[in-house]
């Protein structure tokens, strides 16, 4: 049973159209995190959420943003995407944050795929 | 800033045998976690196995394995006698230990042949 999904999977936008990718999580944990992976590269985390707490990278753009309306929900929003955005994201939850717990096991979902045209 | 590096972007084994992936790893710090993670084709990325650093003995789950080694900054993955359900991505990961960041290597794509 998946525990974090995302929607869609695939994902087509226009050079500077607005595009929001979704996840969800049946496992109640309090981190939500959203990386970009892109081709033959690794995956890099964008920001995450301790319950409503954003944290933002240093390196992230502003063109990246983020909602998290609950617990179960959170999304990523792209608000001009460009050629260079092409890219899988994943979402990611944790049950706790550092310091409370020490492993702090992140589990993924299976990834948005994003192409821009 | 710490930084992880795989240095076989494929890797290839035969059903049954045994296949090293290997990953070194730059930090300064002294407690840290590592993690192997599999990421099979259009599925999610589930962890394989994890170490602290500061135990000195290597985390073994079923047929994987790590050889830890913290001076020379290396964490390789064994998994012996393969199988078809093994052929993944795999990423090595590192995370401090008092934050919530992990950090990826570019990860190497193992091949199962039967």
């Known amino acids: 049973d998946a525990m974090v999904i995302q929607n869609p999977r695939y994902q087509v936008t226009q050079f500077g159209k607005p595009v929001t990718l979704s996840c969800s999580q049946t496992?109640?944990?309090?981190?939500m995190y959203w990386y970009q992976q892109k081709s033959s590269q690794a995956p890099k985390l964008l920001f995450h959420y301790y319950d409503k707490d954003f944290n933002n990278e240093a390196d992230t753009p502003d063109n990246f943003q983020s909602r998290r309306p609950n617990t179960s929900f959170c999304f990523l929003d792209i608000r001009s995407p460009g050629l260079g955005d092409a890219a899988m994201y994943l979402c990611?939850?944790?049950?706790?944050?550092?310091?409370?717990?020490?492993?702090?096991?992140?589990?993924f979902g299976a990834g948005t795929r994003l192409s821009v045209l | 800033a710490q930084t992880v590096t795989q240095s076989q972007p494929e890797m290839s084994v035969q059903e049954a045998e045994t296949v090293t992936l290997s990953c070194t790893y730059d930090?300064?710090?002294?407690?840290?976690?590592l993690f192997w993670y599999k990421q099979p084709p259009s599925r999610q990325m589930i962890l394989v196995i994890r170490q602290e650093a500061y135990k000195q003995q290597n985390a073994t789950e079923n047929r994987f394995s790590v050889n830890f080694q913290k001076a020379a900054k290396s964490f390789s993955l064994k998994i012996s006698d393969s199988q078809l359900g093994d052929a993944a991505m795999y990423f090595c990961?590192?995370?401090?230990?008092?934050?919530?960041?992990?950090?990826f290597g570019t990860g190497t794509r193992l091949q199962v042949f039967p």
């Open positions: 930090t300064s710090e002294s407690d840290y976690y």
């Open positions: 496992l109640n944990h309090n981190v």
């Open positions: 990961a590192y995370r401090n230990y008092n934050t919530d960041k992990l950090i």
């Open positions: 990611a939850t944790s049950r706790e944050p550092i310091g409370q717990g020490a492993w702090n096991i992140q589990y």
